[in-house]
């Protein structure tokens, strides 16, 4: 008896024919999906490469503004985190205290409507203008512990940046930027956290009572967006 395997032929030719068809699929599929991972790729770089001219245009601007009164101010100025450093504890403010003393007010006078009139021209890239009060890991008072002496300093710190934000903001210099400043504007307290250290790796105890101000731009805002798209 013959059989006719012509049916099969048919059977294997149509299943051969749709793995192929679907081979096609997953290469289209690979290939979309490389694409949109190179236009991801080139987002985050074009974020990048603009959020480091940014920086590098700030910085300029703000070395420019400030480098002949920095070493008036005993205050140096950080590129990499854009931070504008006041070191001079005894003219910040007394000891254990967070009243503004009289020579700050008068660096502030001089200093920020300046500093905001600078920002202003990149009010679009800022994110954030924090302002950051550091101690020493010492107290006053012997007696306390070392957890007691942090937790003083974390009140005494935070003090202090709400005090140094609230004379800041209203200067009559930047009152027609206001609005915008107390949108970025914050006062962030952070005890001996972040101290300064000598080249032996011991504590610099005096540099370390500072002011910081420093800028935070929104480029981490716009690579997030990049990557909640995927």
Known sequence: MKHDHSDDGEHWLSVSDMMSGLMV?????????????QEEKKQLIEVAVTYEKTKDAMYQQLNDE????????NAVIDRENLAISFQ????????????LKDKFKIILNEFFPRYNRVLANYYKDVEEIRIEGHTSSEWNIKTVSADESYFLNMALSQDRTRATLEYCLMLPQV????????????ANGLSSSKPILLSNGQEDTLHSRRVEFKVKTNSEKQILKILQKK
């Not at 001079?88 to 009243?99: K, Q, W």
């Open 175 to 186: 009152a027609p930027n206001r609005p915008w400043l107390k949108t970025v504007m914050t």
């Open 25 to 37: 699929i997953f290469l289209f599929i690979a290939i979309s999906y490389m694409m949109q991972v």
């Open 88 to 99: 001079e504890p005894d003219v910040l403010f007394n000891v254990g205290d967070a009243e």
């Open 66 to 73: 400030f480098k002949n009164e920095l070493p008036q101010w």
